[in-house]
């Protein structure tokens, strides 16, 4: 593997650990960077071409969103470089006046790996757009992002599924990362003003995922992000990753789990010691007229919806069921059937209230890091559970087994 950088690299950020759960590894801290301060445990939507499905840049303010996503593998493809450069960055081209986190562009190896072959040098790519080759080396997406600004980069990373066969190819991917990692530290121009952030790597050999940890966290990046999840692995072996690797890391640094984002998925894993998260799942499945409440997700494109007027969810105060008495849109259930995939406003109804609440303190999150400061999170976890499965005697097994590792047992009576 590479060399260790001899020296530090500088930081554009600071971290305040505010609280560790006295049972669990879960932790309530703030994150300040250039465009502001991150509460965190967060869920980060994500613009993936500097567009939020669904919502609008005010309407996503108004959530309280302090930290969102925008990919450098498309933003590279369209609009370009040269119009990054020439507007000044993403920040200005989308108008969006907080922070942003860019995704290196190596997920595209996975998404898209029948366009890639991937090498030594870097991933080369065909356009889905239109078939040009492209190649997107360590320092070419550290360039790209230097020129889209974001205020945290990641580096390229040798990306695989998690459920490959070949032990080798894992190996070489956990490997040719350090390696890449140390190329994007030499390109990274801005640190003092862009935090690059490293990523583990090791699939679910958990041995490899320790080496990788050990060489990561010796190249002091600002942030540490755990890669290579959520790629079709059992939850369990998912869960055993997570929980090694947070185990390894320092205190002083967030640590970000790339792609998830199912509301069950973020709250063990703020349990076993995740700080970060971010997923396309919860704007795509609202599009398709699905609306995620603390029971669960409803379907609203089931027929049973089309005669129903009551709200999508009783006693919720967000502006899609809040009465209009109350200032509210007094949505139904039967409206957003009658909207589900059909049209356009329903892609806003559904994002809008039910996954980005625009009273913060009701969001998943905030309630989350609210428990962990109140050091009541083990009982927030208990509640959880019993709300969205109807009884946490009903958890899957694979959470039940995790919080355990941690204390929680989910089968208490």
């Not at 879960?26 to 993936?48: D, E, K, N, Q, Y």
């Not at 580096?155 to 998690?162: C, E, N, P």
């Not at 398709?288 to 007027?309: M, S």
């Not at 209009?324 to 589900?340: M, S, V």
Request: contains cysteine; charged residues 20%; proline residues 6%.
């Amino acid at each position: 593997m590479g060399s260790t950088p001899a020296k530090p690299m500088p930081s554009a950020l600071t971290f305040d650990l505010h609280a560790k759960c006295s049972t669990t590894k879960a932790r309530a801290s703030t994150l300040h960077l250039p465009h502001g301060a991150v509460p965190l445990p967060i869920f980060m939507p994500v613009a993936t071409q500097a567009s939020l499905k669904g919502l609008t840049y005010d309407q996503l303010r108004n959530t309280g969103c302090m930290l969102c996503l925008n990919n450098t593998y498309h933003l590279g493809l369209k609009p370009g470089q040269a119009v990054l450069d020439q507007v000044g960055g993403a920040h200005r081209l989308q108008g969006w006046d907080r922070n942003l986190l860019t995704d290196s562009g190596g997920f595209q190896m996975v998404s898209l790996l029948k366009l890639a072959k991937v090498t030594e040098e870097g991933v080369r790519f065909l356009s889905p757009h239109d078939g040009t080759p492209m190649l997107l080396t360590p320092e070419h997406s550290i360039s790209l992002q230097n020129s889209i600004g974001s205020d945290i980069i990641m580096q390229l990373d040798d990306v695989i599924a998690t459920t490959t066969p070949d032990a080798a190819r894992m190996q070489e991917a956990m490997e040719r990362s350090v390696r890449w990692l140390d190329r994007c530290i030499d390109a990274h121009k801005y640190p003092e003003r862009q935090n690059l952030f490293c990523i583990i790597q090791g699939g679910l050999d958990l041995d490899l995922r320790r080496r990788c940890c050990e060489e990561m966290v010796a190249r002091d990046t600002p942030g540490i992000a755990i890669g290579g999840l959520s790629g079709g692995e059992a939850k369990a072996e998912y869960c055993k990753v997570v929980d090694t690797c947070t185990s390894l890391l320092p205190d002083d640094k967030p640590r970000y789990v790339m792609g998830v984002g199912y509301p069950e998925d973020l709250v063990v894993s703020v349990a076993l010691g995740a700080d970060m998260f971010d997923c396309v799942w919860p704007t795509r499945t609202a599009r398709f007229g699905n609306a995620i409440t603390p029971h669960g997700v409803i379907n609203l494109r089931t027929t049973t919806f089309a005669n129903d007027f009551a709200p999508i969810q009783q006693d919720c105060t967000c502006p899609c069921c809040r009465p209009k008495t109350d200032g509210g849109l007094g949505i139904t259930r039967a409206f957003c059937h009658h909207l589900a995939s059909k049209e356009t406003v329903g892609a806003h109804l559904f994002v809008f209230p039910k996954n980005y609440s625009s009273r913060v303190k009701l969001s998943l999150m905030s309630s989350i890091r609210q428990a962990i400061l109140e050091d009541r999170f083990p009982t927030f976890l208990l509640e959880f559970f019993d709300k969205f499965y109807g009884s946490r005697l009903k958890s899957p097994q694979w959470a039940v087994d995790a919080l355990r590792g941690v204390g929680v047992d989910l089968l208490q009576e």
